[in-house]
Every structure is written in C-alpha cells, then in structure tokens.
C-alpha cells in the first residue's frame, strides 16, 4: 500500500521520554498504539534494529487466533482478535489483516490426540 509521509518523519531523538519501547514488531508497535489512545501517553520512543513491523508480522507465519485451551484465556484471545478486526479502520491505515483457516498437520499418535484436545476445547469455548 502506499505509505503517507507521517509513517517515514525522522526527527531527531528528544533527551527523554516517558516510554522507551525496545522493540517495533507487533507487541511493541500495539503497546505504543494503546499507551497513546487508552492513556494519552504520547511521549514515547518504539526503539527498532530493523523495520517497524518486521518478524513474523510481515510474513505469512502470524497466526492471530482465539482457540487457545483454557477456559480462562478464551475471552482475552477473542477479545484481542476483535481488536485485530477493526484495527485498520481505526489507525485509517491498511495493515493488510485477512482472516483465513489454519490446517495443523498430525504426525503422530500424540499429535492426534493434541488436536483432538484442542479441536473439542475450541468447540466447548464456542
């Protein structure tokens, strides 16, 4: 997509801050995004050896999901990946987010049993 020039300022570093983010891959960038719309904390340094968003961000691997096993963790994961649904409208920006399947292969005996684990823990977390 195209970039709009406020994604590429380089201004010069401030002699402090009130966070400093080492880090820019999806955690550190959604910290910085929630510091600054849950909290007004703008002051904020996201401190990145690569490119912003890099790691398994910019690849095909992320997997962004809600079917994680314990009952107790259900709700925070769907409730993340709602947040994961509106999140180009709300940054007005195209973070090329596209929900699509997951296919988990089984090797073995063992694997099996995983997946039907989790398979039946998806189905009672609805």
Do not use: C
Not at 14 to 23: A, L, N, P, Q, T
Not at 42 to 54: C, D, Q, S
Not at 65 to 87: Q, T
């Amino acid at each position: 997509p195209e970039h709009p020039d406020r994604l590429w300022r380089t201004p010069e570093p401030k002699r402090s801050y009130d966070v400093v983010i080492v880090g820019g891959g999806g955690h550190g960038l959604a910290t910085a995004h929630y510091l600054a719309r849950n909290h007004g904390i703008t002051n904020v340094a996201v401190l990145e050896k690569g490119w912003l968003a890099g790691g398994n961000m910019a690849r095909n691997t992320t997997i962004i999901r809600s079917n994680y096993l314990l009952d107790e963790s259900a709700g925070i994961y769907e409730h993340a990946l709602k947040l994961w649904e509106g999140l180009a409208d709300e940054l007005d920006y195209p973070i090329l987010f596209s929900q699509r399947g997951v296919l988990n292969l089984a090797h073995s005996l063992q694997d099996v049993r995983d997946s039907v684990r989790r398979v039946e823990a998806n189905r009672l977390n609805g």
